[in-house]
């Protein structure tokens, strides 16, 4: 009698535990679906307003367009101040390629040195490299827009593009000397016995299995140059070199007629290239992440 009572509040007890299994899943997912729709509203109101007229915009609260158009994409395409808007791509596409290729060159050269060469005071200085993350940025503004001027470059992108040369990015050296760490020390032992020197050791065998940082590097790159406002401000002085978010703050004059329509439309079309460019390379970015940081 007690072994029926026993198989019958067992099963009683996992009736109930799949009930809560359930419910808990059934909440879980309902505030998953809140959590994204409040984090992809702004993307949506950007979107649903690049269709709107500029007076629908500021006056009106609805989401959906009462009378939606393609008017505001004709006007961004069209440019503003005598510069096409395949100019102003054009500028942030050179300037976010070139700032890539200059991050992962600059960078895997120096995480090779700080985790495969030694040399005295490595640890000290690779020390002194991570201590600059905690340098604010607006610190060196001045100091760099001095010596940029000084040497007749502002006005120019090579105040943009020269620091990614000189690996003066420290979070992606430390991301890639971190995935060094993690491949073996007798890949380089074996390609010494066969008289391999550190370029080749680097270009044939570290290089290759870098991969997954070095997109995750190209990835993040991309995307920070691509949506810089300040740096290309702070240098650029011709509207015919502005990139994209500066072209964007052109259709918004406090003392004329501000254009809202073409400035969400033209937004729309600047984040294009930034959502392609991530949905490509996205499986990538989470296994670098995942692989930089095992050892340290």
């Known amino acids: 009698m007690q072994t029926v009572m026993s198989?019958?509040?067992?099963?009683?007890?996992?009736?109930?535990?799949r009930r809560r299994s359930r419910v808990g899943s059934t909440v879980y997912h309902a505030l998953m679906i809140?959590?994204?729709?409040?984090?992809?509203?702004?993307?949506?109101?950007?979107?649903?307003?690049?269709?709107?007229?500029?007076?629908?915009i500021v006056g009106n609260v609805s989401?959906?367009?009462?009378n939606g158009s393609l008017q505001n994409y004709i006007t961004a395409l069209d440019g503003i101040g005598g510069v096409s808007t395949f100019t102003f791509f054009q500028n942030s596409l050179i300037v976010a390629v070139l700032s890539v290729v200059g991050v992962v060159l600059s960078a895997s050269v120096s995480a090779y040195a700080f985790s495969r060469v030694k040399f005295p005071g490595r640890s000290l200085f690779f020390s002194m490299m991570v201590a600059t993350l905690l340098l604010p940025f607006h610190v060196v503004i001045i100091p760099q827009y001095i010596v940029f001027n000084n040497l007749d470059m502002v006005n120019t992108f090579w105040p943009l593009l020269l620091p990614k040369f000189l690996a003066t990015d420290a979070f992606f050296v430390f991301l890639m000397v971190q995935f060094m760490r993690g491949l073996p020390m007798?890949?380089?032992?074996?390609a010494r016995i066969d008289g391999a020197g550190h370029i080749r050791i680097f270009g044939s065998i570290?290089?290759?299995?870098?991969?997954?940082?070095?997109?995750?590097?190209s990835i993040f790159t991309f995307i920070w140059?691509?949506?810089?406002?300040?740096g290309?401000?702070?240098?650029?002085?011709?509207?015919?070199?502005?990139?994209?978010?500066?072209?964007?703050?052109?259709?918004?004059?406090?003392t004329t007629v501000s254009d809202y329509g073409a400035q969400m439309a033209m937004a729309v079309l600047a984040l294009l290239p930034v959502m392609i460019f991530f949905f490509i390379f996205q499986r990538y970015l989470v296994e670098g992440v995942s692989t930089s940081g095992l050892k340290g």
């Open 225 to 230: 140059t691509w949506n810089d406002f300040l």
């Open 206 to 217: 570290v290089l290759p299995l870098m991969k997954p940082s070095i997109i995750t590097a």
């Open 186 to 190: 007798e890949l380089d032992e074996a």
């Open 63 to 66: 989401l959906i367009p009462e």
């Open 34 to 56: 809140a959590l994204a729709c409040i984090v992809l509203y702004p993307a949506l109101w950007m979107l649903m307003s690049s269709l709107k007229p500029s007076s629908d």
């Open 7 to 17: 198989h019958a509040e067992s099963a009683e007890l996992r009736k109930t535990n």
């Open 232 to 254: 290309p401000l702070l240098y650029l002085k011709q509207p015919d070199l502005y990139t994209l978010p500066i072209a964007l703050r052109l259709f918004v004059d406090q």
